[in-house]
């Protein structure tokens, strides 16, 4: 710890959604935040919102050189945690998305990741203590149609952030995972974009499948009910960066709850005819 007590903590993707209100809730709270974006813009915004920002863009290994730096400058050398949390989704069948953009979502979602958790983990190792926490989601246990790009990101991030929580055993640095349902965000906005401008629905075996899922985004009928805000996120980040116990993982909501319980009570023949279901 700090001699004044204050904790710092380096989050990503902060520009919008569960990034953005943790960071702000963490200051709040007392800790020293490192609120970091892709876009400069952004940055500029959350420090007009009296957050202390600058960029990191996972895609780019001298942003992320510099922001931890930047950070370690800031606070003597010292950080207390990492929240890895910046990610987006590409969605398309195999068939239809290309390899280049799975390449680059990995940049994104795992490799800049594991990039920025190396570089800190020398300060944390030489304090003595640290927290990283990584946001998956519940589709780093379950797949999905028309997903597999996200899925396979947060298949990895899992498997890794296990190996590092071994690797890290009584070194007092603790890694963590949240596992997110569906949380309200402009992630499926920005994935909807994304889907359009790439896929070719006309040319694609799919294309009955993407159509009447088109449809019914642009009737507005993709709400749910079991949808909650980035509080409750919140909620599970604080247990995780300060409690004396964390835990390996945090699953939230219902539909992550219940899909760990089905995923373990069922047959993989069982459990694809649920998912299948939901067409």
Known sequence: MPSDGQRSVLITGCSTGIGHHCAHALKDRGWQVFATCRQERDCE???DEGLDSFRLDYTDPASIETAVATALERTGGRLDALFNNGAY?????VEDLEVEHLRLLFETNFLGWYDLTRRV??????????????NSSVLGYVALRFSSSYVA?????EGWSDTLRLELAGTGIHVSILQPGPIRSKMLDNARARFMATIDVKASPFRKDYNREIS?????????RFKLGPEIVFDRLVHALE?????????????????AILKRALTTRA?????LAQR
């Open 216 to 224: 019914r985004m642009n009737s507005g009928h993709t709400s749910s």
């Open 89 to 93: 989704g590409h969605p398309g069948a």
């Open 153 to 157: 990101s947060k298949h990895a991030l």
């Open 45 to 47: 915004r959350l420090r």
């Open 121 to 134: 983990l020398p300060a944390m190792r030489a304090q003595g203590h640290g927290r990283i926490v990584q």
């Open 243 to 259: 409690s004396n116990r964390p835990r390996a993982r945090y699953r939230i909501t219902i539909p992550a709850h219940v899909a």
């Open 271 to 275: 459990g694809d005819r649920i998912l």
